[in-house]
């Protein structure tokens, strides 16, 4: 059975940066579609960056294009997740999520697999 587990979180000031890791256990990554969400207190849990596995497709919130990064190592059977230029409003947990017809959306119904989550804290 596939399993998702984040790490990579933590507290960092505005303006730094992190890299969240999505490794995978039970089931090669490559072959699924692979999202990045978050949640923060009181909000809904809103896409970030997704990328799919046949087409390539990669797709970024408006909120942090040009900000962060997806990327997949498959050797690692993992996504990476940069986030540069942090700001107070990326503090949330942030989710991985996989599923092989999400094929790049950022909708958290198109995904059926979830990791627990690793929380980021951006905070002078």
């Known amino acids: 059975q596939l399993q998702l587990v984040e790490s990579g979180g933590g507290l960092v000031q505005p303006g730094g940066s992190l890299r969240l890791s999505c490794a995978a256990s039970?089931?090669?990554?490559?072959?699924?579609?692979i999202g990045w969400f978050r949640q923060a207190p009181g909000k809904e849990r809103e896409g970030v960056s997704a990328?799919?596995?046949?087409?390539?497709?990669?797709n970024y919130a408006d909120s942090v294009k040009g900000r962060f990064t997806i990327s997949r190592d498959n050797a690692k059977n993992t996504v990476y997740l940069q986030m540069n230029s942090l700001k107070p409003e990326d503090t949330a947990v942030y989710y991985c999520?996989?599923?092989?017809?999400?094929?790049?959306?950022?909708?958290?119904?198109?995904?059926?697999?979830w990791g627990q989550g690793t929380q980021v804290t951006v905070s002078s």
């Open positions: 039970g089931f090669t990554l490559s072959y699924l579609d």
């Open positions: 990328i799919g596995s046949s087409s390539g497709k990669i």
């Open positions: 999520a996989a599923d092989p017809w999400a094929d790049g959306g950022l909708g958290a119904w198109e995904y059926e697999y």
